[in-house]
């Protein structure tokens, strides 16, 4: 008795747990979707394969379920099942197909476009190279004329110097020559004048001798 309760128990909570649930006309059918629970009542529609239903009885034969767009009917418990149709699913794997290529292209594009990105940024960081390689040999270049400018202006520096105690030596070599210059002068005015007043000296004493 208490076995006989308790498989009663567990259909109960199976056939509560199936109210609800979503199910799908089966493949290739298109299953009458009536007003009751029987052929004798009226057909409402059909229901292609593939319709998603709601289950919200099932009986022996019959279920009763409601349509996506909120009909409520009955339809034979055969022609119900919880998994999609193969169009359903061959649906579902076209949208997944088409979703997937549009993302391939989306990825494909920004590939591009990181591509033609980066040969812009290797472009860019080569002319950026070259130009520090330039700089480089233009700051040496001025290093070193900097160097010889610097080393010119030290030898200036000190040709300049030279050239200043070399006037300033020929200034006293010429000091010096004009002085004795001055003195051989003076020498030889003395010396004529001494001549010429021995001359002088000596024409009077011959004419007081005649």
Same mark, same amino acid.
């Given at each position: 008795?208490?076995?006989?309760? @308790?498989?009663?128990?567990?259909?109960?909570?199976?056939?509560?747990?199936?109210?609800?649930?979503?199910?799908?006309?089966?493949?290739?059918?298109?299953?009458?979707?009536?007003?009751?629970?029987?052929?004798?009542? !009226?057909?409402?529609? #059909?229901?292609?394969?593939?319709?998603?239903?709601? @289950?919200?009885e099932e009986g022996d034969? +019959?279920?009763?379920?409601?349509?996506?767009?909120?009909? *409520?009917?009955?339809?034979?418990?055969?022609?119900?099942?919880?998994?999609?149709?193969?169009?359903?699913?061959?649906?579902? %794997?076209?949208?997944?197909?088409?979703?997937?290529? #549009?993302?391939?292209?989306?990825?494909?594009?920004?590939? *591009?476009?990181?591509?033609?990105?980066?040969?812009?940024?290797?472009?860019?960081?080569?002319?950026?190279?070259?130009?520090?390689?330039?700089?480089?040999?233009?700051?040496?270049?001025?290093?070193?004329?900097?160097?010889?400018?610097?080393?010119?202006?030290?030898?200036?520096?000190?040709?300049? !110097?030279?050239?200043?105690?070399?006037?300033?030596?020929?200034? %006293?070599? !010429?000091?010096?020559?004009?002085?004795?210059?001055?003195? +051989?002068?003076?020498?030889?005015?003395?010396?004529?004048?001494?001549?010429? @007043?021995?001359?002088?000296?000596?024409?009077?004493?011959? #004419?007081?001798?005649?």
């Open positions: 008795m208490k076995t006989h309760v @308790l498989i009663a128990a567990f259909l109960l909570f199976m056939t509560s747990q199936a109210i609800g649930q979503t199910l799908y006309i089966t493949d290739r059918i298109n299953a009458t979707f009536r007003s009751g629970a029987g052929t004798e009542f !009226n057909i409402i529609k #059909s229901l292609p394969s593939g319709s998603r239903v709601e @289950l919200m034969r +019959w279920s009763r379920v409601i349509t996506s767009d909120g009909e *409520e009917g009955w339809v034979l418990k055969q022609w119900l099942t919880p998994t999609p149709t193969q169009a359903i699913l061959l649906t579902r %794997l076209r949208t997944a197909h088409e979703n997937l290529k #549009s993302t391939t292209d989306m990825l494909k594009k920004r590939a *591009e476009r990181l591509s033609s990105e980066n040969t812009r940024l290797k472009k860019e960081l080569a002319a950026s190279e070259q130009n520090a390689t330039n700089a480089k040999e233009a700051f040496t270049t001025l290093k070193e004329k900097s160097s010889n400018f610097l080393q010119l202006e030290e030898d200036y520096r000190e040709t300049r !110097n030279q050239l200043d105690n070399l006037s300033k030596k020929s200034d %006293l070599l !010429n000091d010096r020559l004009a002085r004795k210059n001055m003195v +051989w002068f003076l020498a030889g005015a003395g010396v004529l004048l001494v001549g010429y @007043l021995m001359g002088s000296s000596s024409r009077k004493k011959r #004419s007081s001798f005649y």
